[in-house]
């Protein structure tokens, strides 16, 4: 989680997105925490996420969207309360290399 922390941070800086944007995704990334963190994501969903995460570490933006896409489409109750965070700075990272 940690990870997403500064690739967001990194993009504040950079000024490639608003704060209150930035907030927003902050927010979301504090409910992915407290579920991972307290256990009540699914194997699946934990597995993905890191998957997503590691893809984002990795600079493979598609790869990461790709899973996104799929979590919200397969896990969408589970999901919901963080994912479009994810996606926001998935869109925004993508945006930021073209």
Do not use: C
């Not at 997105?17 to 009540?40: H, M, P, V, Y």
Request: charge should be negative; avoid cysteine.
């Amino acid at each position: 989680m940690n990870s997403l922390e500064g690739l967001l941070q990194d993009l504040v800086t950079s000024g490639a997105i608003e704060r209150q944007t930035a907030d927003e995704i902050r927010k979301r990334l504090g409910f992915f925490s407290a579920q991972w963190n307290d256990g009540s994501l699914s194997n699946t969903v934990q597995s993905e996420a890191a998957s997503l995460i590691q893809a984002l570490m990795e600079r493979n933006y598609s790869k990461a969207d790709s899973i996104q896409v799929s979590l919200m489409a397969d896990h969408v109750s589970e999901v919901n309360q963080w994912l479009p965070g994810i996606k926001k700075l998935i869109t925004v990272l993508m945006q930021k290399t073209h």
